[in-house]
């Protein structure tokens, strides 16, 4: 059971307009702008070491300072999937605090994981998904 998302909801959490699921794909493709990646944090954590550890997780921070404008294809890719989890947490609790509660704590069905943890790897975003869209439907979660 998977919930479709608007790929315009995914665009606000990248902090840039899209349209459609293929302008996501292609944009994942060029390589998201740098700054994507910081307004993904930001809608979970508004502590700055929070942020950067996070950021850390998807793009080593040199790395990151070296890069001139954009994140390469492997790293907008995790930042896409992050966004999409992001997305779906603020559709399913539609509070600010409820959402970051949810992704930030762990969750049994992920190992214990938190589910922003958990979104870094594609199986992983796909099992917190599955949670929220259980949740969605007022199913055991």
């Known amino acids: 059971m998977m919930l479709m998302l608007e790929p315009r909801h995914v665009g606000k959490v990248l902090g840039r307009p899209v349209t459609s699921l293929l302008d996501l794909s292609d944009a994942v493709e060029l390589g998201l702008p740098k700054t994507s990646l910081r307004h993904v944090v930001r809608r979970v954590f508004s502590d700055a070491a929070e942020q950067r550890a996070l950021m850390n997780r998807v793009i080593p921070e040199a790395t990151y300072k070296r890069r001139r404008d954009r994140l390469s294809p492997a ?67």
Request: proline content about 6%.
């Open 75 to 141: 790293e907008s890719g995790r930042t896409e999937r992050l966004a999409r989890v992001i997305a779906m947490a603020e559709d399913v609790w539609q509070d600010p605090a409820q959402t970051r509660r949810f992704l930030t704590a762990p969750h049994a069905e992920l190992g214990g994981k938190a589910p922003i943890d958990a979104a870094l790897t594609e199986l992983g975003a796909r099992q917190a998904e599955e949670i929220m869209a259980r949740i969605l439907y007022g199913l055991p979660a």
